[in-house]
Nanobody, 113 residues
Framework: QVQLVESGGDLVQPGGSLRLSCAASGINVRVHAMAWYRQAPGKERELVARISQLGATGYADSVKGRFTIARDNAKSTVYLQMNSLKPEDTAVYYC???????WGQGTQVTVSS
């Protein structure tokens, strides 16, 4: 049974940092392309970052230079390190297995003073 469980969402002040985790079970993240998406209230879900099976990464223009996606194969976990957070980063963040199009339940990130 496939499961993707996100964690790490929180309330943080502008300029702060958070690290989101996506713990995967039932799949081998090393051979799957993985991604983080986010959805803000009233907006469509958007791709934030992705990592290919070979480790190539890609980012939305709005987060380039601030966010980093990484994968720990031994822990079967995908991370999203978010630095210099802005209020417009506020959203529910979702982990997605691009290879099989499977979603986690999401974790809330709120950036506010």
């Amino acid at each position: 049974q496939v499961q993707l469980v996100e964690s790490g969402g929180d309330l943080v002040q502008p300029g702060g940092s958070l690290r989101l985790s996506c713990a995967a079970s039932g799949i081998n993240v090393r051979v799957h392309a993985m991604a983080w998406y986010r959805q803000a209230p009233g907006k469509e879900r958007e791709l934030v970052a992705r990592i290919s099976q070979l480790g190539a990464t890609g980012y939305a223009d709005s987060v380039k230079g601030r966010f980093t996606i990484a994968r720990d194969n031994a822990k079967s976990t995908v991370y999203l390190q978010m630095n210099s957070l802005k209020p417009e980063d506020t959203a529910v963040y979702y982990c997605n297995d691009l290879t099989i199009n499977y979603w986690g339940q999401g974790t809330q990130v709120t950036v506010s003073s």
